[in-house]
């Protein structure tokens, strides 16, 4: 079980990032303004990267709406932004929607955890497996001294209290990266509900946005739901442990993700799931997060910008996330961002060689 403590950071107000360094006089007036929106998962990793981009590039902007994947692919297809950010790369679909394959590319960013969070009353530490996991997201586990939880907490004073779900609202990665695990580990779930950015959900209370969710668990008692470990930690949520494939008891962390991303070799953008793999260090729930990007922008000093913040935050960029529960991407990972990033045209010339 993990609790959760302060990493020293209040970076989860509703955040629309608007960075810009003024050094005075004209001549370092902003040269390139980026817009982008999509995963809220991301958000504290934006919030801190972003800034610290902008110092060092003053001619940078960026404004960064987080508001969540599902609407972020949407903005992205609608040409209202420059990137979009989003957990689960897009599908054929929307793909299509953008203009086709050759007209984007997927660039994976981060490596995040997907914690269960509880609040009740007295209760501090947390065991829970599978079965039972999915049996509160489906309504039969619905009382906090349920057998099956008891079973998993010998020792802990389990009230006979209602269980409240708390869950998104919203077409969000992160409830892809939950339901996909929960479909590979109940058949029931697979059935009822299945793997998607946003699922019809048998019961619970539902939030727009990881912040919101966190917010909805902290102040209801009995509650718990699933939030990207960033917001969990900063907020001081209590968190539980869950039994992964291997049968031990893991609690969400940076190296439970990286054990987890260590299992799949050949990550891409069809090949990207990472829940429920073997290893007794591994968190069961953990995923990549990506962001959508035009494989050709117009306007040339625009263009340029959007790679090269990129090209940093995948590389010497990915000490931002230590210190807010990111797990930086693994080297082969990194390479594919880069591999990516080079194919990209800004003004009819490519950016990187």
């Known amino acids: ?16 990032i608007a960075l810009m360094v003024a050094c005075g006089g004209a001549s370092n007036a902003t040269t390139a303004h980026l817009t982008g929106a999509g995963s809220s998962f991301d958000n504290p990793l934006f919030s801190k990267a972003f800034f610290d981009y902008t110092l060092q590039h003053p001619e940078v902007t960026v404004n960064y709406q987080p508001v969540g994947s599902g609407a972020g692919i949407q903005q992205f297809i609608k040409n209202t932004v420059d990137f979009g950010a989003t957990d689960v790369p ?13 007209a984007l590319t997927q660039i994976p960013v981060t490596l995040g955890v997907v914690a269960i ?3 009740l009353s007295g209760v501090s530490t947390l065991n829970l497996d599978a079965d039972t996991l999915a049996g509160m997201f489906l309504g039969h586990v619905n009382k906090w001294n349920d057998p099956k939880i008891a079973a998993l907490n010998a020792g802990v004073s389990l009230p006979n209290k209602n269980i409240t779900i708390a869950h998104r ?18 058949d029931e779930w697979k059935t009822k509900a299945g793997t998607s950015k946003s699922v019809s959900w048998p019961v619970g209370i539902g939030a727009s946005g990881n912040q919101a969710v966190a917010q909805a668990i902290s ?8 939030v990207e470990l960033a917001y969990a930690v900063q907020t001081n949520m209590h968190t539980a442990s869950l039994k992964n494939a291997n049968g031990k008891f893991v609690a969400p962390s940076v190296a439970g993700a990286t054990a987890a991303a ?4 050949s990550v891409s953008a069809t090949n990207f799931s990472i829940v429920n793999e073997p290893g007794d260090t591994t968190y069961p729930i953990a995923g990549f997060s990506w962001v959508i990007l035009r494989t050709s ?3 040339s000093v625009k263009g340029s910008a959007v790679v090269n913040v990129f090209k940093w935050l995948v590389t010497d960029g990915q ?25 990209i045209k800004a003004g009819g010339s490519t950016v990187l060689s």
């Open 1 to 16: 079980m993990h609790s959760a403590g302060g990493t020293g950071r209040a970076l989860l107000a509703t955040v629309a």
């Open 262 to 265: 260590s299992q799949n070799t």
């Open 219 to 226: 102040s209801t008692d009995g509650s718990i739901g699933y």
């Open 169 to 186: 609202s919203d077409g969000s990665g992160t409830t892809y990266i939950l339901t996909d695990y929960l479909s590979k580990v109940s």
């Open 319 to 343: 000490s931002e996330g230590s210190t807010l529960q990111y797990a930086p991407l693994p080297s082969a990972v990194q390479q594919l961002a880069v591999t990516n990033l080079k194919t």
């Open 90 to 102: 897009m599908g054929s679909a929307d793909i299509t929607s953008a203009g086709g394959a050759d």
């Open 117 to 119: 969070a509880f609040n």
């Open 297 to 299: 922008y117009s306007d």
